[in-house]
């Protein structure tokens, strides 16, 4: 479970007038679950592109236990990603035509062709673990909220140490969001993994450590997520949200 520390990165775009990104100082603790909010076109997208690699910023650095992906061309960010990041995106990107299992066992299969029998094991017990009942069932056939149940199964089987979601219940109603945001953080601790999760969505973010805002690129708020209250009925959770980090570091 890797931590990520963020140093003064600017990520921009020609015929922009500013960044669309500008973040002095950003640390995140192995196996901290973050959850990164604020309103369309703040950044959200483009943080979690900076953060995964697959965009390199225009300035700044982007150490992964003290690594920095940045410097790394992009075959090395594609190649770092595949082996440690799982991915959760708001519209599943799952195969249809595939089962659930073969899902979840495709970007293995992507990476090394032949998929043993440990690896097939540990898929059918993630499915199950998700509550997918059966597996072999064709994925274009389950609910939304089964789909994303998978699609968090696949994120989670090579065991990265950083899991990241865009969106992950934006998608789903409220009952399926609630269970896969649970199921997401659930299974994040469970494996020791790090969590960046860009979400709108209340539930979820009161299931995390800790929220950062973002406005216009950047963080404006950053602080720990209160447990207590955030599991009352039909209430947003209580935060203590702190004004760290805030301004331009310049
Ligand atoms: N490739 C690009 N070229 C030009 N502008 C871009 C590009 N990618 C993002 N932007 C701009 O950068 C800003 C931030 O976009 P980003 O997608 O990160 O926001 P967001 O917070 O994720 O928004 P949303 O919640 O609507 O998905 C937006 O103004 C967007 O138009």
Same mark, same amino acid.
């Given at each position: 479970?890797?931590?990520?520390?963020? @140093?003064?990165?600017?990520?921009?775009?020609? *015929?922009?007038?500013?960044?669309?990104?500008?973040?002095? !100082?950003?640390?995140?603790? =192995?196996?901290?679950? &973050?959850?990164?909010?604020? /309103?369309?076109?703040?950044?959200? #997208?483009?943080?979690?592109?900076? &953060?995964?690699?697959?965009?390199? /910023?225009?300035?700044?650095?982007?150490?992964?236990?003290?690594?920095?992906?940045?410097?790394? #061309?992009?075959?090395?960010?594609?190649?770092?990603?595949?082996?440690?990041?799982?991915?959760?995106?708001?519209?599943?990107?799952?195969? =249809?035509?595939?089962?659930?299992?073969?899902?979840?066992?495709?970007?293995?299969?992507?990476?090394?062709?032949?998929?043993?029998? #440990?690896?097939?094991? !540990?898929?059918?017990?993630?499915?199950?673990?998700?509550?997918?009942?059966?597996?072999?069932?064709?994925?274009?056939?389950?609910?939304?909220?089964?789909?994303?149940?998978?699609?968090?199964?696949?994120?989670?089987?090579?065991?990265?140490?950083?899991?990241?979601?865009?969106?992950?219940?934006?998608?789903? @109603?409220?009952?399926?969001?609630?269970?896969? *945001?649970?199921?997401?953080?659930?299974?994040?601790?469970?494996? *020791?993994?790090?969590?960046?999760?860009?979400?709108?969505?209340?539930?979820?973010?009161?299931?995390?450590?800790?929220?950062?805002?973002?406005?216009?690129? !950047?963080?404006?708020?950053?602080?720990?997520?209160? !447990?207590? *209250?955030?599991?009352?009925?039909?209430?947003?959770?209580?935060?203590?949200?702190?004004?760290?980090?805030?301004? #331009?570091?310049?």
């Amino acid at each position: 479970m890797p931590g990520l520390v963020l @140093d003064d990165i600017s990520v921009s775009f020609p *015929g922009l007038a500013a960044p669309v990104l500008e973040i002095a !100082r950003l640390a995140i603790t =192995p196996g901290e679950a &973050v959850a990164v909010t604020g /309103p369309s076109g703040s950044g959200k #997208s483009t943080l979690i592109n900076v &953060v995964t690699g697959l965009e390199r /910023p225009n300035r700044g650095r982007v150490m992964w236990a003290g690594e920095d992906l940045a410097r790394r #061309s992009e075959a090395a960010r594609d190649a770092w990603r595949a082996a440690n990041v799982g991915l959760v995106m708001q519209d599943f990107h799952l195969f =249809p035509g595939l089962s659930a299992v073969e899902n979840v066992l495709l970007p293995a299969r992507f990476r090394r062709l032949s998929v043993d029998a #440990s690896m097939k094991a !540990r898929a059918l017990d993630l499915l199950a673990h998700v509550g997918i009942a059966r597996p072999a069932q064709s994925v274009e056939t389950l609910s939304r909220g089964e789909m994303q149940r998978v699609a968090v199964a696949r994120a989670l089987l090579k065991r990265p140490g950083i899991i990241v979601a865009d969106e992950p219940t934006a998608s789903l @109603d409220a009952e399926a969001g609630a269970v896969v *945001g649970e199921l997401l953080t659930e299974l994040s601790r469970k494996e *020791g993994a790090t969590l960046v999760a860009v979400t709108h969505d209340d539930r979820l973010v009161a299931r995390l450590d800790r929220q950062v805002r973002l406005k216009a690129g !950047r963080i404006v708020a950053d602080g720990p997520v209160m !447990r207590e *209250g955030a599991t009352g009925e039909g209430g947003s959770p209580s935060m203590a949200f702190a004004s760290s980090d805030v301004g #331009s570091g310049a």
